[in-house]
């Protein structure tokens, strides 16, 4: 069923009732539910996977083989990493590849400590607000050579692996090359996202031949090669990072670029680095979450935690009316802070510590209504003083990484460069295109808005979980969901991302669109009929539940207790968590 309308907008008693019906699935008995195993949920789920030596969770089953592969060699949680990234970015082209930005987060066992890094692109050097405004161009459009960035994805991989790799690079592309050149075949959700010859991608030089080599969007079982990939990446295993960013590929990239319109150049890619960050993490009820500082969106998952804490969720209960009215409520004021201040740190100063404190979290609570969806909240005043992929892996010496990548949109700009096998990013999208005074406003060599989000928790100084959710704005919603889950409502790892979600669209955007009307809230199956009445009552508009937008999760636990590895993989995405 699809209902573009909100609930609020329905005619009859007998049209809210089938819609509610859509939306909330009756309870089962437990037997019925789960089998013989001893939960009491309202939602299916399965068993975690437990193992002794090394584990890997990522959102395609052959990757994670790739990954425990490289493990059982005696690589690192970060070369199991970059394998399986390899991997995915030729096996799940809707979602990510070499021509996209990475982020990760590494607790490295030796130094008891965690790192972060930041592998996103920059505008191109010759590109402006200046060109913006002359064409009167408002939005920044989602394909073809304007929203191009920098691709940060494999400087990624060769800086987390001088780092923290052990194995060789040409052992840790290996096998992406080899299922490049032999194929694969294409798995279920994936196939279900590839887009098919009337896409507005299909128009631009090179994507049919790469990605629709019989004519039209692969199918389920398929088998796709890319041989054009298999020689890019042979390239930089042979040569290094620098056969990317400074050789024949750049130049290929630059001249593209240049016959399309675009302005990414030569100069643009040789002088691109990734960035060291100290991750930041705010205390949730005894545990310490961690995220990336902007120009990602990570601190809109501490804003959202620090504001929630103050309340006794846990008595509310999953599902419950009053909590998912508390969450909504406190994703739509974070979200207008994101809008106003996020962006790149290296042009404006960002009140970074001051969004993620207690005592701004205590102003903006006080604005919450317990009954009362509020169409528009207004951003805080913190006072300054001076389509994606995530997959976690761990190894046999208490390693983990935590890395999510993405291509942006799908698969990117459409942009294909001659020869190379992979598409762009169009992660300039994010741009703020018409206010010069916003903190992400195009400039020159400057970082965008980014969605994508690592995340970590730790517990007294130690690792406890590595985790992810995909989905552009689903990501620190879905975040913020699973810690509750794990934390509040003590789910197990599994269930935690199992559980039905709340997706909430319609906040304003560091882009610039402003949000008037409240949103639009997204139930997955799985909540109470009573709680969603309940959610209109208060004036919310519930929409279809048919939106793809609720992510997708992986996660790992590590129990030093027992000294085992617990891993998760949700049945949204055709992922699997396996170990040894």
Same mark, same amino acid.
């Given at each position: 069923m699809n209902w573009p309308m909100s609930l609020r907008g329905a005619k009859s008693d007998d049209m809210k009732a089938a819609i509610l019906a859509s939306i909330a699935v009756i309870a089962?008995?437990?037997?019925?539910?789960?089998?013989?195993?001893?939960?009491?949920?309202?939602?299916? !789920?399965?068993?975690?996977?437990? @193992?002794?030596?090394?584990?890997?969770? !990522?959102?395609?089953?052959l990757a994670t083989q790739v990954a425990l592969d490289i493990l059982k060699q005696g690589g690192t949680a970060v070369d199991a990493a970059i394998a399986a990234n390899a991997t995915i970015g030729l096996m799940e082209p809707p979602s990510c590849g070499v021509g996209g930005d990475l982020f990760a987060i590494v607790w490295d066992a030796e130094s008891q400590k965690l790192y972060g890094l930041n592998a996103s692109g920059r505008a191109p050097y010759t590109l402006s607000l200046d060109y913006f405004t002359k064409k009167k161009i408002k939005k920044m459009p989602a394909t073809g050579p304007l929203p191009v960035t920098v691709p940060g994805c494999v400087d990624g991989w060769f800086e987390l692996h001088g780092k923290f790799g052990k194995l060789p690079m040409k052992t840790l592309l290996a096998p992406a090359i080899q299922y490049a050149r032999e194929g694969f075949p294409v798995s279920e959700v994936i196939a279900n996202s590839w887009p098919g010859p009337t896409s507005p991608l299909a128009k631009y030089p090179n994507f049919k031949e790469t990605y629709l080599p019989n004519g039209h969007a692969l199918k389920k079982g398929e088998v796709f090669q890319n041989p054009n990939l298999a020689n890019t990446l042979e390239k930089v295993a042979n040569d290094g990072r620098d056969a990317f960013y400074k050789g024949d590929i750049a130049r290929t990239i630059a001249a593209y670029m240049k016959k399309e319109g675009g302005f990414l150049t030569e100069k643009d890619l040789a002088d691109h680095h990734s960035e060291w960050v100290a991750p930041l993490s705010t205390n949730y009820r005894g545990y310490d979450v961690w995220e990336l500082p902007p120009n990602g969106q990570g601190i809109t998952v501490l804003e959202m935690l620090n504001i929630l804490e103050s309340y006794d969720v846990k008595r509310m209960g999953f599902g419950s009316a009053e909590y998912m009215h508390l969450f909504i409520e406190t994703k739509k004021l974070a979200f207008e802070d994101r809008a106003k201040f996020y962006g790149d740190p290296a042009f404006s100063q960002i009140p970074v510590q001051q969004i993620i404190s207690k005592e701004f979290a205590a102003q903006r609570r006080k604005l919450i209504r317990d009954n009362h969806a509020a169409l528009a909240f207004q951003p805080g005043d913190p006072k300054l003083h001076g389509d994606t992929i995530y997959m976690t892996v761990a190894d046999d010496h208490g390693n983990m990484v935590s890395l999510i990548q993405s291509n942006y949109r799908g698969m990117g700009s459409g942009m294909t460069p001659d020869g190379l096998g992979f598409v762009l990013q169009d992660r300039g999208e994010g741009f703020n295109v018409t206010d010069a005074a916003h903190p992400n406003a195009? @400039?020159?060599?400057?970082?965008?808005?980014? !969605?994508?989000?690592? =995340?970590?928790? %730790?517990?007294?100084? $130690?690792?406890?979980?590595?985790?992810?959710?995909?989905?552009?704005?689903?990501?620190? *919603?879905?975040?913020?969901?699973?810690?509750?889950?794990?934390?509040?409502? /003590?789910?197990?790892?599994?269930? @935690?991302?199992?559980?039905?979600?709340?997706?909430?669209?319609?906040?304003?955007?560091?882009?610039? *669109?402003?949000?008037?009307?409240?949103?639009?809230?997204?139930?997955?199956?799985?909540?109470?009929?009573?709680?969603?009445?309940?959610?209109?009552?208060?004036?919310? $508009?519930? /929409?279809? %539940?048919?939106?793809?937008?609720?992510?997708?999760?992986?996660?790992?636990?590590?129990?030093?207790?027992? $000294?085992?590895?617990?891993? @998760?993989?949700?049945?949204? $995405?055709?992922? *699997? =968590? =396996?170990?040894?």
């Open positions: 089962l008995p437990l037997n019925l539910m789960s089998g013989n195993r001893p939960v009491n949920r309202s939602f299916t !789920t399965r068993s975690e996977t437990i @193992a002794r030596h090394g584990m890997a969770c !990522t959102s395609q089953p195009i @400039a020159p060599h400057k970082r965008p808005f980014h !969605t994508i989000i690592p =995340a970590f928790i %730790t517990k007294d100084g $130690k690792p406890f979980i590595s985790f992810g959710v995909m989905g552009g704005d689903m990501q620190p *919603q879905g975040h913020v969901q699973v810690i509750v889950n794990l934390i509040d409502f /003590g789910m197990n790892l599994q269930e @935690a991302g199992d559980a039905p979600r709340i997706y909430h669209m319609g906040s304003s955007e560091p882009s610039g *669109q402003k949000m008037t009307d409240g949103g639009q809230v997204y139930l997955e199956n799985g909540f109470p009929e009573e709680s969603v009445r309940e959610l209109l009552h208060y004036g919310h $508009k519930i /929409g279809s %539940t048919s939106t793809p937008q609720f992510g997708g999760y992986q996660a790992i636990r590590c129990d030093a207790e027992h $000294k085992v590895y617990y891993g @998760a993989s949700e049945s949204r $995405k055709d992922g *699997q =968590a =396996a170990g040894y």
